[in-house]
């Protein structure tokens, strides 16, 4: 890509400072979260929960530039914890980000998006193949996905493209900004501990690279039409085709290799 003017949601960290420091070579990249550093003309400060932020950003954009070409949507984070014992301010809070707020992204920048435009969204293996104890999560990437799905249908007689890239475990340090409600339950401590352990075990070498897997993200955006998603990294395509073909083998393959 180059000369388009790209925002990115949740561009401090991950997979989406990776995808600002490339993309910004060639093109306009404007960013906005919670931690940003504002400076009013590429960089924004603000909560994607928050729809009259977003408006007052996409606004702000939309004025100094004219459009959109690109929109990534990779505000997120994690939640762990048994769903029974999960506080209610907790599961608003990630649905509000997770979910809501790409919602509010899209439909602040759809008006400064011309024919040709695309929406991305970052979405999660997790949504397809559910980790356990990260019901709401899972939840949130799975309805991501289908947003993209939904938009595509809708968007498509305006020449405005909408994927979801579905990424595995990527060398970001996502786990380490995760919420965890520790379970004080017997019906559950021993169960979430065993989860939270087998996340703490992974090492880096084991994830995807964060340059490769933001240069895999941006070839296909390259591309000329998009697919309904993109499944990052093989591991995770075969387990979409187990997970569709026999799901319940799938669950207890995954319990077995948590209990290792």
Known sequence: MKGKIIVITGATRGIGLELKKILSADNTVVSFSRSEA????????????????????????????????????????????????LPENEIRRITDVNFL???????????????????AFVSSASGFTPMPYRTMYNCTKSALTMLSYSLKYELNKFNIDCTAFILGPVNTGFASNRVAI???????????????DFVKRQK????MSVTRTAEYMIKKLNGRRL?????????????????????????????????K
């Not at 939309?62 to 029974?84: C, F, K, M, P």
């Open 38 to 85: 504002e400076n009013g003309v590429t960089s924004f400060r603000a909560d994607v929960s928050d729809r009259e932020e977003v408006k007052r950003i996409f606004d702000d954009i939309g004025r100094l530039y004219g459009r959109i070409d690109v929109l990534i949507n990779n505000a997120g984070y994690g939640l762990s914890g048994a769903t029974e014992t």
């Open 204 to 207: 880096p070498t084991s994830k």
């Open 101 to 119: 707020g790409p919602i509010w992204c899209v439909q602040c920048a759809l008006p400064y998006m011309k024919e040709g435009a695309k929406i």
């Open 182 to 196: 520790e379970s004080t339950d017997a019906k559950y401590a021993s169960d979430v501990k065993k989860v939270d």
């Open 227 to 259: 697919k309904y998603h993109y499944i990052v990294g093989l591991p995770f395509r075969l387990a979409y085709v187990a997970y569709k073909i026999a799901p319940f083998f799938t669950f207890r393959v995954t319990d077995k290799v948590m209990e």
